[in-house]
Nanobody, 122 residues
Framework: QVRLVESGGGSVQVGGSLRLSCAVS????????VGWFRQAPGKEREGVAS???????VYADSVKGRFTISQDIAKNTLYLQMNSLKPEDTAIYYC????????????????WGQGTQVTVSS
């Protein structure tokens, strides 16, 4: 059974940084497709970053140059380093995983974490 558990969320001031972690269990990385999504109050869920085996990472335009997705397969952990945070980055952040596929949209992912809140204040 695949399980994803996010951590690292919290409150930070504008311009600050956070690193989110996603502990993954029951998942085999041989054909991985993993990503981060977020949902702000009153808004639809949006993709933040994703990466699949053999390809480079893909980022939403709104976070390019500020966020970095990475994975430590030996530790079964996915990360999202977030720098230069803005108030519009405030949202619940979810990690997600699948095997293969286009790895771009929420519908491409089968497994989801419960989310972690990120709040950026000015």
């Amino acid at each position: 059974q695949v399980r994803l558990v996010e951590s690292g969320g919290g409150s930070v001031q504008v311009g600050g940084s956070l690193r989110l972690s996603c502990a993954v269990s029951g998942y085999t990385w041989w054909r991985y497709c993993v990503g981060w999504f977020r949902q702000a109050p009153g808004k639809e869920r949006e993709g933040v970053a994703s990466v699949r085996r053999g390809d480079g990472p893909v980022y939403a335009d709104s976070v390019k140059g500020r966020f970095t997705i990475s994975q430590d397969i030996a530790k079964n952990t996915l990360y999202l380093q977030m720098n230069s945070l803005k108030p519009e980055d405030t949202a619940i952040y979810y990690c997600a995983a699948n095997y293969g596929g286009s790895c771009l949209y929420g519908a491409d992912f089968t497994y989801w974490g419960q989310g972690t809140q990120v709040t950026v204040s000015s």
